[in-house]
């Protein structure tokens, strides 16, 4: 029987940058005090606007970014879900997965002068932004590693078709399109045969 728990007891989560020429260290809290619980069986959906920290979370709990302060844990005894250690992130282009869903920086920097301010003053600019020249480099590299049976991405509404057409040259079959709340293609589906 598998179990995974996720606990967080006032858990911070943002960024810490420093100033150019300057030891002075700025941390960015992007949410606070977040204290919950998950056990196996529960369903949860993450649901907020661009830049409230819904992948700042998810990184925070990979071990991909420190936290700011609090604390959290997470205990995995399931053989569908691997913790990746810190550092050792190379390791899972060894892994085959059943899913991989992946939310890549796929906004041009054309673009960045239309987007809202919350979202540039707590997103990376490497967690955002693309070439003009290249959008489909992130996506395109991920699906080159075929990980998985199923690929999910979500995708910059300006290129649902070039990035079908890129997944079927790739080999993978069964491409769908998933249109968000306001008729944009946001989501894309493929499946890899192995």
Known sequence: MSSVSISTNKLTIGYTSSRQHSAVSIQTVVQSDLT??????EMVCMLGPNGCGKSTLLRTLAGLQPPLSG????????PYLQIVPQGKESSIFNLQYDIVVSNPPYIC???????RRNVL??????????PDSDP???YRR?????????LFFE???AYPAELSAMLDQLGYTDIRLTNDIYGKPRIIEARMVR
């Not at 604390?71 to 399931?78: F, I, P």
């Not at 003053?121 to 693309?130: D, G, N, R």
């Open 155 to 157: 995708i910059n509404e």
């Open 36 to 41: 919950f619980s998950l056990n196996e069986g």
């Open 121 to 130: 003053e707590y997103e990376p600019a490497t967690a955002l932004f693309v």
């Open 71 to 78: 604390e959290y844990k997470l205990t995995a005894k399931s």
């Open 136 to 138: 489909l480099r992130f």
């Open 142 to 150: 991920i699906a080159e590693l075929k990980l998985g049976a199923y």
């Open 109 to 115: 920097e054309s673009e960045k002068s239309s987007m």
